[in-house]
């Protein structure tokens, strides 16, 4: 958490970190992945058999410097095959002998599925990545049929059917998915098979008992809107309760675990977008008092684990700069960067709330990460990506800023009346090996912020530096220029340390 005093413009701005003071648990799992059918993220992103360059694909079709990528950002869970695209999906389409498996019309992206890639490939590509599977049920055109003919294919260690199918198409041990969603964006109404809240509430209710029943061991995850909505204070109210069902009457178990929100974020003023992640913040710290409200009206006790928010969509996106249906392929600026940086300070800021994000998407699709015939492009935003996930982990640690604000109109609107906007944007963490590491973002266009290292890491000798900046808001990288990337440097915890304008800096010493 990070408490803030508002200075008038011009005043001296102040940070305080206190590292012995931890105030909640980052989960690793905050650094999470997401790969749709969708575009060119699994076809040409990860899956990539036809490439003709041999070199960049390995036996299974897989790209190599994908794997290499997402190793490097030590990814540590990532949702498929959906998204939208899950509303129609039916995963028997997807495993089995490759020519066997059918072409279908595709309804969220108005494309044709060629189901080439599957469920069995993506536990593999899963394991030579080295992250966790999530995966999302189609609550659109699917069955709960469908649903635990799934999980039994995954999880199952009996003799019954889909468990053997799985070991017919050549895996004999399960696959042990731990996170499973019921279903995505249900509410939209865009989706094939939209549902009222009041119809899904009803439906995720009854799949999440019968589901808990094949296997107790899994996390079900609900599906809300954005953690500010009447669908997500009403499906929590019906969802979040003890699980009656269970034999004997269980007082520990709940049926669902954790709670799904999505946002995007955008403006095209680049000051508006930097500073747009901090409407998430308030997003969850009002999906989390929704949380609490429906564990109290539901008299759930104590003995049973708070549930957590899944932040399973996140990212900057203008969806008419890059629509959907033609591949979404976002290019990334500058202001992109800081706004993700900010992103990423939220869910080091709310760690106490939120036990899974995932950057919505990992290749290709409004990604930091572009694939090209011949190679990789680190988008602007990969950078902050990468800083946070190798050393923002380990503790969320108490951190107080005083500066001026930022004054001007938000997006969204709303925004402006809810949150303050500090010109810096701060988090701190401490993890087990004694390091501290504190994240500013500084997004004013043209100010540069000096501040007294005093507070922050007094008499260290040594503080590592990396700084993310370029000198305009709209620079992007390209395959044939990287224009932005991280400056490593350090300094000395006595003194004043210059925060650029526009820019991303990490310091981090050890304790
Ligand atoms: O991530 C892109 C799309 O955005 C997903 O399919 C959908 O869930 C969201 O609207």
């Known amino acids: 958490m990070t408490t803030f005093t508002k200075l008038a413009e011009g005043k001296q701005a102040k940070i305080s970190v206190y590292p012995t003071h931890k105030l909640s648990k980052i989960n690793d799992n905050i650094y999470g992945g997401f790969t749709e059918h969708m575009g060119r993220c699994i076809y040409g992103g990860i899956y990539d058999p036809e490439n003709s360059n041999k070199a960049l694909v390995d036996e299974h079709g897989f790209r190599k410097d994908v794997i290499e990528a997402m190793k490097e950002l030590n ?5 498929y095959p959906g998204g939208n695209f899950v509303a129609t999906y039916h995963w028997l389409d997807g495993i089995g002998p490759h020519e066997q498996r059918p072409r279908r019309p595709e309804l969220a992206w108005l ?60 895996r004999e041990q399960p696959y042990d998915v731990k996170y499973w969603a019921l279903g995505n964006k249900c509410w939209g109404p865009w989706q094939v098979e939209q549902m009222t809240k009041e119809d899904y509430a009803k439906r995720a209710y009854q799949w999440a008992k019968a589901l808990k029943l094949l296997d107790p061991s899994i996390t079900l995850i609900l599906c809300g809107e954005t953690g500010h909505s009447i669908w997500d204070s009403y499906v929590l109210k019906e969802c979040v309760k003890l699980d009656q069902h269970s034999l004997g009457g269980s007082t520990t178990a709940s049926l669902v675990d954790m709670h799904s929100i999505h946002i995007y974020t955008t403006s095209d003023d680049p000051t508006k977008n930097a500073f747009a992640p901090r409407s998430a913040e308030r997003a969850i710290e009002i999906c989390a008092s929704l949380i609490d409200m ?94 946070f996930s190798k050393h923002m982990r380990g503790w969320t640690v ?114």
Not at 468 to 495: H, L, P, Q, R, Y
Request: one cysteine or more; charged letters at 20%; a negative charge.
């Open 75 to 79: 990814v540590p869970v990532v949702r």
């Open 111 to 170: 494309g044709v599925e060629s189901n080439q890639f599957g469920t069995d490939e993506f536990m593999k590509w899963c394991k030579v990545v080295g992250t966790e599977p999530y995966l999302c049920l189609n609550f659109g055109t699917g069955t709960l049929d469908e649903a635990l003919g799934w999980l039994e294919y995954c999880n199952s260690t009996q003799d019954t059917h889909y468990a053997n199918l799985r070991r017919k198409n050549g």
């Open 294 to 387: 429906a564990r109290i009206e539901n008299n759930v006790p104590p003995s049973v684990p708070r549930q957590t928010i899944c932040f399973d969509e996140w990212n900057v996106w203008d969806p008419k700069r890059a629509p959907g249906d033609k591949g979404a392929e976002e290019l990334y600026t500058l202001s992109d960067a800081l706004a993700v940086a900010i992103w990423l300070n939220v869910f080091v800021r709310q760690s106490k709330h939120v036990a899974m994000a995932n950057i919505a998407q990992s290749v290709n699709v409004i990604s930091p990460l572009m694939t090209t015939k011949d190679g990789l492009v680190k988008q602007t935003t990969w950078w902050p990506l990468l800083l």
């Open 398 to 511: 108490a951190t107080h800023v005083s500066c001026s604000t930022y004054e001007g109109e938000t997006s969204p609107p709303w925004m402006r009346g809810a949150v303050d906007t500090p010109w810096l944007d701060v988090s701190a963490t401490v993890n087990d090996d004694g390091w501290t590491s504190m994240v500013v973002v500084n997004s004013h266009l043209t100010e540069s912020f000096a501040v007294d290292l005093e507070g922050v890491a007094n008499g260290e000798k040594s503080i590592d530096v990396s700084t993310i900046t370029a000198d305009k808001w709209d620079i992007v990288n390209t395959a044939e220029k990287e224009m932005v990337g991280i400056k490593e440097s350090s300094c000395k915890g006595d003194g004043k340390f210059e925060f650029p304008n526009m820019s991303i800096t990490m310091l981090r010493w050890r304790i």
